[in-house]
């Protein structure tokens, strides 16, 4: 019944209607890592293989279907995205592309010839066949931080997804108010993975909902580390205790790129 849930889940998910307590067919590769990636984008840790692993399970659980969004409807049988194609997997795919500041024209679900040659252009910086189109192994690629591909600073705007961590040993073990490199914690640092943001980085981080945190935006340099910073994703230092921490959560931010 569990297994039969959650097909049916991934099959409301991408627009087929199917009755609930009916079997659905296995979803194909393409469509589980369009999925993943979506949850991957929304800040969950699971990995884009095109695989429906326990850990995709759980994600699409925890994050429920408001959550995850709604992708193509015909993507269930689909092996490949390409020119012509359209719908929100496309403009999923765009959000990446532009991410990583390549200019792939208006992200609005379209699949264009721009966006073709933004994917070629991708595919050729990250050692794959540049055939335009995106499978499985692009969407990984796509999830994935790779050390050899500039992402920024060419790329000025960056979408991250963002924890917030105190001076407390709780919320930044082993090391206390201080950062990675032994240097005391102060407002305005943050948390990187190197190789997305280069330390040193100075960022205008906006977006965020904090009452401990300037209203509107504020100016931070990008110097400290953490294991579990992989990717587009951030860690903000908040002066306060565990539980502004907590309160925080997960959020979306935007990062322009200052210098």
Do not use: C
């Not at 049916?8 to 393409?30: D, H, R, V, Y």
């Not at 992708?71 to 959000?95: H, S």
């Not at 335009?132 to 705007?157: F, M, S």
């Amino acid at each position: 019944m569990r297994t039969i849930a959650i097909f049916a889940a991934i099959a409301t998910l991408l627009g087929a209607q199917i009755p609930a307590m009916a079997a659905a067919p296995t979803p194909a590769p393409l469509t589980v890592a369009l999925v993943q990636a979506d949850l991957r984008a929304k800040g969950d840790a699971v990995a884009v293989t095109g695989t429906m692993d326990s850990a995709t399970r759980s994600a699409i659980y925890a994050q429920g279907a408001r959550t995850v969004g709604q992708l193509d409807a015909g993507a269930p049988d689909a092996t490949i995205l390409q020119p012509g194609a359209g719908g929100p997997a496309v403009k999923l795919m765009q959000q990446a592309l532009a991410r990583d500041g390549y200019a792939v024209g208006a992200t609005n679900g379209s699949y264009t010839q721009r966006t073709a040659a933004a994917v070629r252009a991708f595919q050729r910086n990250d050692g794959l066949a540049p055939t335009g189109n995106v499978d499985v192994k692009t969407l990984q690629a796509l999830a994935e931080p790779n050390p050899q591909r500039a992402i920024a600073p060419a790329a000025k705007t960056l979408s991250l997804v963002a924890t917030a961590y105190g001076p407390s040993l709780k919320d930044n073990y082993p090391y206390g108010p201080v950062d990675v490199f032994g240097k005391p914690l102060t407002p305005g640092m943050v948390a990187v993975d190197p190789r997305v943001i280069p330390i040193g980085t100075r960022l205008w981080i906006s977006g965020y909902s904090s009452p401990l945190l300037p209203k509107g935006g504020f100016a931070a340099v990008a110097a400290d580390t953490g294991d579990a910073i992989q990717g587009h994703r951030i860690d903000i230092f908040i002066d306060g205790g565990p539980r502004a921490v907590s309160a925080f959560g997960v959020q979306h931010v935007t990062a322009t790129v200052i210098q």
